[in-house]
């Protein structure tokens, strides 16, 4: 007889954020229900917040999050759309070392179906900084359900094959913010 167990997979430690002008914390079906996939797979949900569509407050928050040895995942939810205030991927996308086009490809890809040709005003997108990697979805539950569903969730999996981003994330520097520090206080010592 033979087994039929799963491979073991290796949680990563993941951010979540919701960028909205007008959800607060009870409205946030998009963040409660990206959580609860998070956690059910395995993962630990170690940063959740909500900002206003704010350039300048998303960036900052991105840029730390980046910066921070423990996180391998970053999900932002909202904000990729094409109203006056839609500014994820302005905030986001300068923060990046490269990008994942195969992310908004696939996004739109699965979209089509539920929303046809809508899906061209999806601004969807994905990247790498500093072995961190980004993953920008739709605020709808319903695009975040397409997205982790049909992407995210094989591909933030340790055991999923051919390929994953989950062994490259976590070859994360272990201490790059402390060394950056070290690095400051030696300067302004001399």
Known sequence: ????????????????????DSRGEAEDSSGHYLQEQILAA???LIARRILPDDV?????????????????AIIITGGTGFHERDSTPEAVTPLLD?????????????????????????RAFGGLANHTVIFCLP?????CQTGWEGI???????????????????????????RLNQ????????
């Open 1 to 20: 007889m033979t087994s039929t167990t799963q491979p073991e997979t290796t949680p990563l430690n993941i951010a979540l954020l919701t960028v909205s």
């Open 42 to 44: 395995g993962h630990r």
């Open 56 to 72: 300048y407050l998303v960036r900052a928050l991105i840029s730390d999050w980046i910066a921070a040895p423990d996180i391998h």
């Open 98 to 122: 490269k990008t994942i086009d195969g992310f908004g490809e696939e996004f739109r890809r699965l979209s089509q179906s539920d929303i046809g040709s809508s899906t061209i005003q999806s």
């Open 139 to 143: 605020g709808s539950t319903g695009a």
């Open 152 to 178: 995210l969730r094989e591909q933030l999996t340790s055991s999923h094959k051919p390929c994953n981003f989950s062994g490259l994330v976590r070859r994360k520097p272990e201490r790059p913010v402390h």
């Open 183 to 190: 690095t400051i206080g030696k300067v302004a010592e001399r």
